[in-house]
């Protein structure tokens, strides 16, 4: 968001998807499946708690940095 307002993007659908686009992450459901088995867990769905949600924030945020 921070980077998004020092770039003046406005906070809209085109202004998030210039912004992701560098996160291959973010378009892959895969990252993001919870599934039924570890092995059917996506990356993301490791990071259940708070401080996971910190972390995921973190990895997330080194694919979009300018």
Known sequence: ????YRGHRDFDEAGF????KKAS???DPGYWSVGDTEA???DAAKYGSM???TELVDLLYEEVKP
């Open 17 to 20: 998807t210039h912004m992701l």
């Open 40 to 42: 059917e867990r996506g």
């Open 1 to 4: 968001m921070k980077d998004m």
């Open 25 to 27: 992450s973010v378009a």
């Open 51 to 53: 401080k996971g949600f």
